[in-house]
């Protein structure tokens, strides 16, 4: 009975460290995006005010443009700005090179995460081939309870993402 308390407490030792490693996989995708959303915010916001400039040039010009001036204007759209500009938020309105650190950290978090997964899974099939049948209940409520808890723990988190996104949009309209 000690061993099959032993493995329990083995199982969930490795499911926390199975969840710890899959909420940080999950961070530094969530900060990928992030940075990727706001280097697109700062796209539109130049193209915008570059918009807005033309315009104005157009009124004082009297609203002519030759084909000339078209192409000048394609090039300026794509040519990138020498200078980042920073916002109130700093360095978050310019896109940087995600880091190699992150990407190999990513990879590992994830292969730990496989690897521990497959011990779960062995350790479970060991567990399942050794207990009497009377466990098979105990394990089927165990079960059902983890996965509510884990429905659970999915709502909570797309209710944080919801709330992320819209305090984005409000810190959008903000700036405008």
Do not use: W
Request: aromatic share 2%; proline share 2%.
């Amino acid at each position: 009975m000690g061993s099959a308390a032993g493995d329990a407490v083995k199982v969930k030792e490795l499911e926390d460290e199975v969840k710890s490693l899959a909420e940080k996989a999950n961070n530094a995708c969530i900060s990928h995006a992030t940075m990727l959303r706001n280097a697109s915010q700062t796209t539109k916001t130049r193209y915008a005010s570059f918009q807005a400039q033309q315009r104005q040039q157009q009124r004082r010009n009297g609203g002519g443009e030759s084909n000339g001036d078209i192409a000048q204007v394609v090039a300026a759209i794509d040519k990138p700005l020498e200078k980042p500009t920073l916002s109130r938020f700093g360095s978050l309105m310019h896109s940087r090179k995600a880091s190699p650190e992150a990407d190999e950290m990513v990879s590992s978090a994830r292969q730990q995460t496989a690897a521990l997964q497959r011990k779960l899974e062995l350790m479970e099939q060991r567990a399942a081939e050794q207990r009497p049948a009377g466990d098979l209940d105990t394990l089927h409520k165990e079960n059902a309870r983890l996965r509510e808890r884990f429905k659970i723990l999915e709502q909570r988190d797309s209710d944080l993402r919801r709330r992320l996104e819209k305090l984005e949009a409000a810190s959008k309209r903000v700036e405008r």
